[in-house]
């Protein structure tokens, strides 16, 4: 199929974006990779197409004062190998290597991700087990949303008309602590059928942090936060992981029932939590 009739705008600054999405007939393009899909189906018709590839700082990954912060511009593929992100924030970095294949994973962005709020994306679970925030500019100024509280519902955020993401913030997780992400990739796309990320802490003999994120499951990523409770009230691996999606909307299709889903993130949350606190010291 051949996409609607668009105007395609590069601007060269941040400042010259914010216009071209007042009237909302504008949709930013960073990678593509859904956007373009979409129109080409004319499932988005957009008037104009604003590509954020030639505006400065938007790309870089960086961290100070023990804070990572990732560039909204930042491939998948650039997250998967930076230094940074294996040395301060490798559960990201692990989450990000799991996308689709090494084409998609060379084009497609970080901010691009979280602003399309596929219910099946991998960074999602990443993203609110790591307590992450996401940093949204408009012509008003910015402000952070935390990860848990931006995915609001399929393809639907916390973002408001004319914000844009410009970088996701991230304390920098402890060398102590281990992690984990893995997932039961769809046979066609590679999207996640079900994706669990794990962080945990141990201390005083059990588990002193426990953060569990789920993709795939319902309409958005969410963290399991009765799961985590019982960990951290020392209850083991299988009495928590048996409680991981109890009260969430589960997605139902052609591949995947509800049950399914639901069993699926159980059984990779009592995985992953297994395999996290082996890399926990
Ligand atoms: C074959 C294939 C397999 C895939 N497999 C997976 C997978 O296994 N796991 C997974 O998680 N994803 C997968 N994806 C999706 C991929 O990760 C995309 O890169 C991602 O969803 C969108 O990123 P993008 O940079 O390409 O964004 P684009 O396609 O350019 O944009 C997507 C949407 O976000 C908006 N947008 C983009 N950037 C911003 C911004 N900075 N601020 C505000 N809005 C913005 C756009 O307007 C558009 O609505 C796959 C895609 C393909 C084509």
Known sequence: MIANPFAYHAPATLEEVFPMLEDGSGKILAGGMSLIPLMKLRLASPENVIDLRRVPGLKEITESGGVVRVGAMATHHEIEISAVIRGRCPLLGEAASHIGDAQVRNVGTI??????????????????????????????????????????????????????????????????????????????????????????????????????????????????????????GGADIAAAAAVVGEGEDANSDLYASAEYRRHLAQVHAARALAAALTRAS
């Open 111 to 232: 901010g691009g991700s979280v602003a399309h709020a596929d219910p099946s994306a991998d960074y999602p679970a990443a993203l609110v087990a790591l307590e992450a925030r996401i940093r949204l500019r408009s012509a008003q100024g910015e402000r952070a949303v935390e990860a848990s509280e931006f995915f609001l519902d399929a393809f639907t955020t916390a973002m408001e008309p004319g914000e844009i993401v410009v970088a996701v913030e991230i304390a920098a997780e402890e060398p102590s602590e281990g992690y984990k992400y893995q997932k039961v990739a769809h046979p066609a796309s590679g999207f996640p059928v079900v994706g669990v990320a794990v962080r945990v802490k141990r201390g005083g003999g059990g588990i002193v942090l426990a953060r569990i994120g789920v993709t795939g499951l319902g309409p958005h990523a969410f963290r399991a936060r009765n799961a985590e409770a019982l960990l951290e």
